[in-house]
């Protein structure tokens, strides 16, 4: 008799944060929200702080059908033309 197991015995090697970014200035930073509710009041707000107080140049705004499925590979390619991006969680 053979035994298989079935889980990924893999391991797998943890990922580090990324690179902080000196400045936001002239920088293109993406909004993502997750659709969950308030997200986009508190986006709006990101928003404003970013363009007036750290001088941001562009902002992408993006949001997921659901907060339970992943983003689409579309919206994933949107925020990888930016700088940097913030996911919005509320409630």
């Known amino acids: 008799m053979r035994i298989i197991n079935p ?7 943890a990922a ?3 690179p ?5 200035a002239g920088k293109t930073i993406a909004l993502l929200d997750i659709s969950k509710p308030g ?3 508190f986006l ?3 928003e404003d702080r970013l363009k007036t107080v750290y001088r941001v140049a562009r902002v992408i705004r993006e949001m997921k059908p659901t907060f339970a499925k992943p983003a689409s590979p579309e ?6 033309a ?3 991006v913030i996911e ?4």
Do not use: F, H, M, Y
């Not at 889980?7 to 090697?13: T, V």
């Open 7 to 13: 889980l990924n015995e893999d391991i797998a090697e």
């Open 16 to 18: 580090g944060p990324a």
């Open 20 to 24: 902080r970014l000196k400045t936001l």
């Open 39 to 41: 997200g986009s009041v």
């Open 44 to 46: 709006d707000r990101i």
């Open 75 to 80: 919206v994933l390619q949107k925020l990888r």
């Open 82 to 84: 930016a700088d940097g």
């Open 88 to 91: 919005a969680l509320a409630d």
